[in-house]
């Protein structure tokens, strides 16, 4: 069965580096996104991509974010500077219809 | 934007008894999903619902939507060491908009 990759599985940083976070959606997919769950909270949405640009972010993603699709099947989102307050899972997914799949994530750690 | 409310935050149960987790809405809306993550795992779909007082069964889960779309629940019936974790709703769309999520574990 087809499933959304994500590496690495963690990541530890020390605050000011930049990080880049990369995805393999489901081949198929049209519709990418980048979620994100700091410890023992709710999922929280940064951004969606369809047709190699944003279609929407939301207030957390700021300048310090970005996201690219360099080639035909990756999927990355870049953190330029990293903050403690970045810590978190950070979840790709992608989606045919309805559903979105979700990858297994990025446990980013920033010291 | 949209916000859904999520009750309750935590549900512990022995092995067999039920569960049910509710979200609650100020607003229509147009459609709810629901997902389960294990864990230290990620967010797996469940179902979604769209039509209002819809009620989908998947063995041993009901799920229902409200006759003014405005809420939702999730029921397990017998609850196995198996269900543990969190579930959330969603609210169905682009991008989606979860709910806290109800934290469900289960003693053998």
């Known amino acids: 069965e087809p499933e959304v990759t994500q590496t690495p599985s963690h990541q530890v940083t020390q605050m000011g580096q930049e990080v880049i976070l990369r995805c393999v959606p489901i081949s198929n997919h049209l519709y990418f996104y980048w979620y994100r769950q700091i410890l023992g909270q709710k999922v929280e949405f940064l951004v969606s991509?369809?047709?190699?640009?944003?279609?929407?972010k939301s207030e957390i993603f700021d300048d310090q974010f970005s996201v690219e699709r360099p080639d035909g099947s990756n999927f990355t989102l870049k953190i330029r500077s990293t903050k403690l307050e970045d810590s978190a899972m950070y979840f790709c997914?992608?989606?045919?219809?309805?559903?979105?799949?979700f990858g297994p994530g990025t446990r980013l750690t920033v010291l | 934007g949209q916000q859904v409310m999520q009750i309750p935050q935590y549900q512990h149960v022995q092995e067999g008894e039920d569960f049910t987790t509710y979200c609650n809405s100020s607003?229509?809306?147009?459609?709810i999903q629901w997902y389960k993550q294990r864990p230290g795992g990620h967010p797996v779909f469940l179902i979604q619902l769209v039509k209002s007082g819809e009620v989908k069964k998947q063995k041993r889960l009901t799920f229902q939507f409200g006759e003014a779309k405005k809420n939702s629940s999730l029921h397990i019936t017998a609850t196995q060491t198996t269900d543990v974790g969190t579930y959330f709703c969603a609210l169905g769309g682009t991008p989606l908009v979860f709910g806290k999520g109800t934290r469900l574990s289960v003693i053998a």
């Open positions: 991509f369809y047709n190699n640009e944003i279609s929407e």
């Open positions: 607003t229509t809306l147009s459609n």
């Open positions: 997914a992608s989606r045919d219809f309805n559903e979105q799949f």
